[in-house]
């Protein structure tokens, strides 16, 4: 059963990323479409896979990490950062594959990978 599921690492301070707000789009031709919005929980991760099961579907889709608001929260409300809204754009072309995309971040970068 294919299913995808995304974790949330704060690197500038060496904790889970709790309280991200995360969008996940699917994207056909110029349409999106709102699969599931969500927030990280106290590991990062989100309570539930972002998609499993039937509803798991082989296409081009974007994640939407609102780091801005996370890290503004840390900073106590003082300035914005420079990081606001992470944008990631991949393809699932696995129908059964498990597809996790972990995000480490700072207030200055990101990386990321297909994690397992």
């Given at each position: 059963?294919?299913?995808?599921?995304?974790?949330?690492?704060?690197?500038?301070?060496?904790?889970?990323?709790?309280?991200v707000r995360v969008r996940l789009e699917r994207l056909e031709d110029e349409a999106r479409t709102l699969v599931v919005e969500t927030e990280t929980n106290h590991d990062g991760r989100t309570d539930q896979p972002l998609m499993i099961g039937d509803k798991f579907r082989t296409g081009t889709y974007e994640l939407t990490f609102d780091v801005g608001a996370y890290f503004l929260s840390k900073a106590g409300g003082v300035g914005p950062g420079f990081l606001d809204l992470v944008p990631l754009r991949f393809t699932i072309s696995e129908p059964d594959g498990?597809?996790?995309?972990?995000?480490?971040?700072?207030?200055?970068?990101?990386?990321?990978?297909?994690?397992s």
């Open positions: 059963m294919g299913r995808l599921s995304t974790h949330v690492l704060d690197t500038a301070n060496g904790v889970p990323a709790q309280g498990h597809y996790h995309v972990p995000l480490l971040v700072s207030p200055w970068s990101y990386s990321t990978y297909r994690g």
